[in-house]
Every structure is written in structure tokens, then in C-alpha cells.
């Protein structure tokens, strides 16, 4: 782990042992030990079909495991997560102002968006560089542009876990270099522990703390200069 990594976290918030996903008779991970200390960014990697999506899954509760997973929570115990990939029904007529609100306000979103809600809603778009996108129709966004909706809704309320499947998917490299900014401002200024699988070891080196390589079991976990060597 880096120095910067020491500083900030002296305890883990999540540790997984033996961890064993078997699906349909077939092996997806293997046997798979790693701490995520707190106040750090960890990277997984590893190439395709490596199970890396699959430990997301289970670390989330969405699959069965044998194994042991546990957080040591020591705010709200809540997870963001933003998803490899989000399926929007093109035929409904949701905005981007109506889709965040149905976790923030308890009238139906039907009867328009509350002023409290707006405002939150306007803040936490402008966090994402998607200012003025209120109105915009979901099924219209690129999908860059529909990343960044979802990791606003992620970050809000601010969770203490935040967990990324390949977040740089479908962004150009200005989007790329506003999602850094970003996510190392969860990181060091609002004590966000994240947890990103990624493809982009350059962008691991530059500003991970740690890195797990997987392929079905750890190859190598570590800083990144030595984990991705």
C-alpha cells in the first residue's frame, strides 16, 4: 500500500476470506482473500471473465458464496454503486430529475418534483458536471452521460462505500479526467472508501492505494506498481 493509503486508513472496512462462487457446476471465483482498507481507492482488475464482476455481485448480496464477507461500518453503512451497464426502457418518459428523486422525496414523482428535491437534485448534478440536465429524458443520454447520473444518485446521500464496475465505460477522455477528479474527492475530501474494477492500469497506478489482480483467484494484491508488474 502506498504512503498516501497508510495515513488515511488505519483500519479495514471490508475483508473478505475464502471466498467461493460456484454457479451451475462451474467455478466463477476460487478461494478469494482481500482487505479494503478504509479511506482508500482499491482497484480490481484482471481480464475478461476473471470473476470480477462476479465479487462485486456477491459483496453486494446479489449471488449465493461460501465464504465469509464482512464490513466494519463505522458511519451509515451505506453502499453507492454504479453498475457495468444500465438498462433504460426507451418507451417511458423519465427525466433525469425524475429519476433521482424517487429516493428522495415521498410524494410520487408523477405529481412533479418537490422544491427541496429540485435543489438537491441540481446540486448533485452540477458534482457531476451534468448542470441543466434536469428535464433531459434518460433515454436520450449517452451512455457516458447516463454513468454519470448514476454515480450523482451513488454519491447522494454520501455513502461510506462506493463501488464501481468499470466506471470509465463509454466516457471520452475529458469525461475520463472529470471522473478522477471526482472520485479522488470522495476519497480525500469526503472519506469515501472506493472500490473500482478497471481495466485502465494506468489510471490504477496514478491514483490507486492498493490493487487486487483476479483470475478466479488472486494473482497478485499489493501497491500498484507491484501488483501490476
Not at 502506498?2 to 471465483?29: F, M, P
Not at 482508500?40 to 461460501?66: W, Y
Not at 464496475?165 to 476519497?187: H, N
Request: contains cysteine; proline residues 3%.
Amino acid at each position: 500500500m502506498s504512503g498516501g493509503a497508510t495515513s488515511r486508513a488505519s483500519l479495514s472496512i471490508l475483508d473478505v476470506s475464502n471466498l467461493t462462487v460456484r454457479i451451475d457446476g462451474q467455478t466463477l471465483l476460487s478461494d478469494v482473500s482481500l482487505t479494503v482498507a478504509r479511506g482508500t481507492l482499491h482497484a480490481i482488475v484482471g481480464p475478461n471473465g476473471a470473476g470480477k464482476s462476479t465479487l462485486v455481485n456477491a459483496i453486494l448480496g446479489q449471488i449465493r458464496f461460501d465464504g465469509r464477507i464482512l464490513a466494519h461500518w463505522r458511519r451509515n453503512g451505506r453502499i453507492g454503486y454504479v453498475p457495468q451497464s444500465f438498462a433504460v426502457d426507451r418507451t417511458l418518459p423519465v427525466t433525469v430529475a425524475d429519476f433521482l428523486a424517487l429516493t428522495r422525496q415521498r410524494r410520487p414523482v408523477c405529481f412533479g418534483v418537490g422544491r427541496g428535491a429540485a435543489r438537491r437534485i441540481g446540486a448533485m448534478l452540477e458534482r457531476v458536471g451534468l448542470a441543466g440536465f434536469e428535464r433531459r429524458q434518460l433515454s436520450v443520454l449517452s451512455g457516458g452521460e447516463l454513468r454519470r447520473v448514476l454515480l450523482a444518485h451513488a454519491l447522494d446521500p454520501l455513502p461510506e462505500l462506493l463501488i464501481l464496475d468499470e466506471p470509465a465505460t463509454g466516457l471520452d477522455q475529458t469525461a475520463s479526467q472529470w471522473l478522477e477528479d471526482v472520485l479522488l474527492a470522495a476519497r480525500d475530501r469526503d472519506d469515501v472508501t472506493v472500490l473500482m474494477v478497471s481495466h485502465d492500469h494506468e489510471r490504477v497506478k496514478r491514483h490507486g492505494d492498493r490493487v487486487t489482480v483476479l483470475d478466479r483467484r488472486v494473482v497478485a494484491d499489493g501497491a500498484p506498481a507491484d501488483a501490476l508488474a
